[in-house]
């Protein structure tokens, strides 16, 4: 069953504080139309900029992921990301009056609360995928890599090792496969908090950063402990009395919420990043000591992949498959005859789509005189034949096609890419750009050899019974 978009039911808003800027921001969540995908618009500038979500508009990566389009940033955008993928959201605007999204208990879990109380609805258009076609690495210094393959779902596996006496190696796991529908985001990755190491703090805040930063939004790390007047002078700096220090572990001894607390949480802010990729992803992926910018450098290498991928085809061709119209059917379907009946067969028919194939031979009548001695199929013959699995797309909707025929009434767009001799084998690619109404069928359509876009054009025709 092909799933719908979504976005909110209504408006969502939280005020807080930002975990670098410490400033109050006011954040709101609105509902989009199909096709929007997640945008930022910061309200409190002049213009009120809009920056998507995208991995191409990462800026910076130190500590949180930024996003950037001219002089409009917006900071600390992964949790949110995470939250608004996990919850099922593929379009939503969000609003707020500063540059960076507020850090709520440093997880996602606020967020997830916030959308689930606005609810979620389906749109009109279905969701879109990127399928990961092949294996895709990524590998930077210090260990760190990111791996994809691919799957007819998704998962992630994070392995985290900060060579940490204290955290110790861990891993943690999210699937959308399963009997269950997979795993529940909301209760098994959200939850998760931020964590930094305590000899991490001072240089941090040194360095203008975590001026939001409390022990109620992230877990902090005693690699090794500090005496009890140090200790007060990290209290200071968090605004809290009764900082305790004086033993490896985690400071004032808070309850983690999994064992694996700091991996789940490093799969938190993987999710989120990825959700830069600007799509859902199909594929299982391994993220060894990951951390923002691998993330963001993996989702701008799956973007790139994604633009490459635009241009071949969707449907992988299987010529020992049978079917689903032979020569026989077609001819049933379509007024069409030799030599003027330019589909083979039918390899994939679903109510918006058609896959259609043209084993091209030089047989064909028109390469007697185009041309002698240098044989290339016309590009009006393409466009014809890509018509006519066009043709055999919108009679599918009638009960007695035989009965019906498709007429031309546009053809726009038209782009001859790569020429198409004797030996080729066409696969011509359909789809609906709109729901048939009224008779008017319009068509996006494309002509490949092997992974090679030759022709594409943007169709419309009339579906008219016959007298």
Known sequence: MTEKQQTLAAAATFTGKGLHTGA????????????????????????????????????????????????????????????????????????????????????????????????VVAQAQNRKYYEISEKTTLTLDGGREIVAYPDDTFSAVVNVDFES?????????????????????????????????????????????????????????????????????????????????????????????????IARHKLLDLLGDLALVGMRIKGRVFATRPGHKANTEFAKLLRKNIKRDADRPTFKYDPNAEPVYDINRIKATLPHRPPFLLVDKIIDITADSVV????????????????????????????????????????????????????????????????????????????????????IVRMDARAYIGDTLATEAKLMALVSKNK
């Open 24 to 119: 109050t921001v006011n954040l709101t969540i609105l509902p989009a139309a199909d096709g929007h995908g997640i945008k930022f618009c910061r309200t409190d500038l002049e213009g009120r900029p809009v920056i998507d979500a995208l991995a191409d508009n990462v800026s910076q990566t130190s500590r949180s992921t930024l996003l950037k389009k001219g002089d409009a940033t917006v900071s600390t955008v992964e949790h949110l990301m995470a939250a608004l993928w996990g919850c099922g959201v593929d379009n939503a605007l969000v609003e707020l009056d500063g540059g960076e999204v507020p850090i709520a208990d440093g997880s996602a879990m606020p967020w997830v609360k916030l959308i689930q109380q606005a609810g």
């Open 165 to 261: 006496k204290v955290i110790g190696k861990q891993y943690a796991v999210f699937s959308l496969a399963g009997a269950e529908g997979g795993d529940d985001f909301g209760k098994t990755v959200a939850p998760s908090r931020t964590f930094v190491f305590l000899h991490e703090i001072e240089p941090l805040i040194q360095n203008n950063m975590i001026k939001g930063g409390d022990l109620d939004n992230a877990i902090v790390i005693v690699e090794q402990p500090v005496d009890a007047a140090k200790a007060a002078e990290i209290g200071k700096l968090f605004g809290r009395e009764g900082v305790a220090a004086d033993r490896q572990g985690y400071l004032n001894n808070l309850d983690l919420h999994f064992d694996n607390e």
């Open 356 to 439: 259609g194939i043209k084993n091209v031979t030089m047989n064909e009548p028109f390469f007697v005189g185009h041309f002698p001695d240098e044989p290339v199929m016309p590009g009006v013959l393409i466009v014809e034949a890509m018509a006519q699995c066009g043709g055999i797309l919108a009679l599918s909707t009638v009960p007695d096609p035989e009965n019906y025929s498709t007429y031309f009434m546009t053809i726009d767009g038209v782009k001859y890419r790569h020429k198409v001799v004797p030996g080729d084998t066409l696969q011509f690619e359909l789809r609906l750009s709109e729901p048939i109404r009224r008779g």
